[in-house]
């Protein structure tokens, strides 16, 4: 069993800074890819960032030079430093991973809340 916990969420002024983390526990042989999405209030589940084993980055549009991923593979942790944030970053974040653990599943987290407020 693989559990995905998230923390680091909170309430941040626009322009401000926050640190998620995506901590893996149990019984993990490796972790592929990990990517991190967020759902705001009446909208779809979407792609915030994604990071694969070998380090490649990936980030969607509206995120690009402002949110950076980043894994510590001894400690199963991936992060998600989000700068300059803005009012239309509020949302859910959720980590998902792709683990073997032996077998290759899809994990994610129960996800941590962002909002982005003055």
């Known amino acids: 069993q693989v559990q995905l916990v998230e923390s680091g969420g909170g309430l941040v002024q626009p322009g401000g800074s926050l640190r998620l983390s995506c901590a893996a526990s149990?019984?993990?042989?490796?972790?592929?890819?990990v990517a991190w999405y967020r759902q705001a209030p009446g909208k779809e589940r979407e792609l915030v960032a994604q990071?694969?084993?070998?380090?490649?980055?990936n980030y969607a549009d509206p995120v690009k030079g402002r949110l950076t991923i980043s894994r510590d593979n001894a400690k199963d942790t991936v992060y998600l430093q989000m700068n300059v944030l803005k009012p239309e970053d509020t949302a859910v974040y959720y980590c998902?991973?792709?683990?073997?653990?032996?077998?290759?599943?899809?994990?994610w987290g129960q996800g941590t809340q962002v909002t982005v407020s003055s």
């Open positions: 149990g019984t993990i042989f490796s972790i592929s890819s």
């Open positions: 998902n991973a792709v683990v073997w653990s032996p077998l290759r599943r899809t994990y």
């Open positions: 990071i694969t084993s070998g380090g490649t980055t």
